[in-house]
Every structure is written in C-alpha cells, then in structure tokens.
C-alpha cells in the first residue's frame, strides 16, 4: 500500500491519460475507484471500506435518489411531459431552453441530475440549434450547477455554512458572488462558443408547450417545497413525487418498464456507486489531510491554501459536496469562524470547492452528460477551464467591492 496522497496523484493521472486516450468517462470513474482503493487500502481494505461506506444510510440515500430520479425522468419523457416543459422554454427561444432547462433541473439536487436535462435537451441542442456534443455537454453541465453556492438544498451549501458556524443566510451574504460569476463565466464562454460554430439565435425553436408544458412543472415544484419546505431527504421526496406522478399521469405499462430499465442502467449504477464508494476511500485514506500539509509546510498563505485545498479535493469529488466534507472543516480549522469569519476566505474556500468540483473527470454529471451526448472529457474541459477562470476572476472582484 502507498500514502493517500501518492495514490491520489497516480489515480489522477491515470484517469487523465485513460480520458485523454478516448476510454468514456463511466469506464474511467470505475477503475479510478477500484485502482486508488487496491493502492491505498489494498485488497482487504477496500472490501472492508466499500461495505462500511455503501451501507450507511447517507450513501443508501444518494443512490436510491439517484434511481428514484431517473426513473422520474424515464416516466416524464415517455409520457411526453418532458417534451411539453422543453417546448414552454422554447417558445421563448432556442437559447432559453439551452440555458433554462438545466438550471430548472439544477434546483433539484440529486447525484447525476444533469442527466434528466441532458434527456430533455437532445433534440433542441442536435436537431434544431445543431450544435457540437462539445458544446451542448458544456451547456448542459455548466448551467445546471450555478445554483451550488447559493441554493440551501444544496449539501455543499449546507455543509460549508455548518463548517464555519454561519446561518445560511450569512453564508449566502459570502457566497453570492460565485454565483453572479458563474452565471457570467457561463454566459460569455456559450455565447463565444455558440458564435464560432456558427449558432446565430435562430434554429427551429417553436415551443408548443403552452399552458400545458407550465402546468407540467409541478413534479419539480413539489420536489422544492418537499425538500426546502418540509425538510425531507431527497430520496423519500423523489419517491413520493413518483408514486404522484405514477397516479396523476397513468402512464401506459410500457412507458413505466422502460423508465424501470432506465433507472436500472447498469454502466450508469456502476458508476454512481463507484463514485460513492470513491468518496468513502478518500474519506477514510486522509487524503484531505495529507495535501494540507503539503500546502503548508510549502509556505502557501491562509487564502492560497483555503483556495487550493477546496480546489485539490475538488478535482477527485464525484459530485458537489465532498469537497465540503474533506475540506471544508481543514479550511475552518485554522480561519476564523462564526460571527468573526472573514467573507473572503470563507468565500474563497467554497469559490476553490466548486471550481474544482465543475473541473473533475470524476464528478457524475458531467460523466453521464459525456456518455449520454457522446462527448469526451479532453474536448469539454477547455470550455469548462475558460468558464471557471471568468467565473472565478468575477466572484474575487465582486467579493472586494460589494458588501457581505
């Protein structure tokens, strides 16, 4: 076995090189998992931690969500509702659903959402604004996380206030400029995308959702009262939304084993579980702890280092919220917290999180948004890279000159 931190920069540069060679993105999850597992736990220990870690009730809720979602999704699309809230965005424009759709589905936090826009999108990126699946995956995926740092259903948000003794609204008071500078990063790096393949605003958009694609809305406004409202976990409220939906729709028998085989999509379980159970290696390895030591003992300042230890962790989350559990609490460690937290570090430490986190090969909606749309990460990753710099550059200047 090898320290956590020498396995974590093998494993990273493996997947680099397995994505920059062509190999999909779920594949590469996968074996990220089970080779950083085998070098840093080794064969007993990563039985013993896979169990402990997909066992607990948090991760038994993460991938039931993530099932209960797809099926939700699989149901919506086969009985057409999908395609009737696809045409209200539409009927507005082409661009309107290509940015629109995925910040919808991004009010709803569950591991792999961008799937469900990505299905709902198909068609209006492909057919009608006939884009590149390097564009519409950047799309996709980019739009459907810029409520992350300010939307309190979301566990990073949660986590990260928890971290530094602040009440949410305090955070929010800290944290909005990341969300202006990645609606501006995201804004600016589309629109010059858009430009170069030749997209002019135009394309086939005639949204005939009407008041009927409105009405269709409610699966995703009951998910929001449910879960913001009433404080339920995610999965329970995906699971009562689903029995509502089964009910009000009756969807044909068909329409609903189809949705089931979606749902049950092996590459797609695999990987959600190898995502989760990744976390859980990171978790109990310390590698969060071994590349603070590294940052100090360089002689890297407090804001470097409460920016590059959310942004390594980052780079190896599956998801938004695990640079909230490993660095979040290292960060909070040696700043001030509560009511003497400084808005700048505290901003900058998530700042760093999610970049890195919107950075990773491993997070999982930009896996399955890359499996489903055909695309490679090596081709994507230079449109993320350019949004997160804007997004970035923007949040730090906003932080200075507007009031927490």
């Known amino acids: ?137 950047f799309l996709n995926f980019w739009f459907r996380h810029i409520w992350v740092t300010v939307w309190p259903l979301y566990l990073a948000f949660l986590l990260t206030a928890y971290a530094f003794g602040l009440e949410t609204h305090r955070l929010l ?42 009405l269709d809305l409610w699966p995703f406004l009951l998910l929001v009262i449910l879960v913001l409202g009433l404080k339920i976990k995610v999965s ?12 009000v729709y009756r969807p044909r028998r068909s329409a609903v084993v189809k949705a089931l085989k979606f749902a049950f999509t092996p590459r797609l379980l695999a990987s959600v579980i190898s995502g989760v159970a990744f976390a859980g290696y990171i978790l109990v390895s310390g590698a969060g702890p071994a590349l603070y030591h590294v940052f100090a003992a ?40 509560g009511s003497s937290a400084s808005p700048l570090i505290v901003m900058t430490a998530f700042l760093g999180g999610y970049l890195g986190a919107l950075l990773s090969p491993f997070h999982l909606c930009l896996v399955f948004t890359l499996e489903y749309y055909g695309s490679r990460y090596r081709d994507v990753v230079p449109l993320l890279a350019q949004a997160a710099v804007i997004a970035g550059v923007t949040a730090l200047m906003l932080r200075v000159v507007l009031p927490a």
């Open 236 to 247: 329970l409220a995906l699971l009562a939304t689903d029995i509502l939906v089964l009910a």
């Open 173 to 214: 008071s800290f944290s909005y400029p990341i969300f202006i500078g990645s609606l501006t990063g995201g804004v600016i790096t589309a629109l010059s995308i858009l430009a170069k393949e030749g997209y002019k605003g135009g394309g086939e958009c005639k949204g005939t959702g009407g008041l009927r694609g409105a």
């Open 298 to 337: 360089h002689g890297f300042t407090p804001l470097s280092i409460a920016f590059l230890l959310p942004f390594s962790v980052g780079l190896i989350s599956s998801g938004e919220f695990i640079y909230a559990v490993i660095a979040m609490p290292m960060v909070a460690g040696f700043v001030a917290t």
């Open 1 to 137: 076995m090898i320290s956590p931190l020498l396995g974590f920069t093998a494993v990273y540069v493996l997947v680099i090189l397995m994505l920059v060679a062509g190999l999909d993105a779920v594949t590469s999850i996968i074996l990220a998992a089970i080779v950083y597992g085998l070098l840093v736990l080794g064969p007993i220990g990563i039985v013993e931690v896979t169990v402990s870690t997909l066992t607990k009730s948090s991760s038994l809720n993460t991938i039931s969500a993530f099932i209960l979602a797809l099926f939700l999704a699989g149901v919506l699309r086969e009985h057409g509702v999908l395609s009737r809230i696809t045409g209200l965005f539409e009927s507005l424009s082409c661009l309107a659903a290509a940015l629109g759709i995925p910040a919808l589905i991004g009010l709803i936090p569950m591991s792999g959402g961008a799937l469900v826009s990505a299905m709902m999108l198909k068609e209006t990126y492909f057919e009608k604004m006939k884009v590149s699946s390097r564009t519409a995956s």
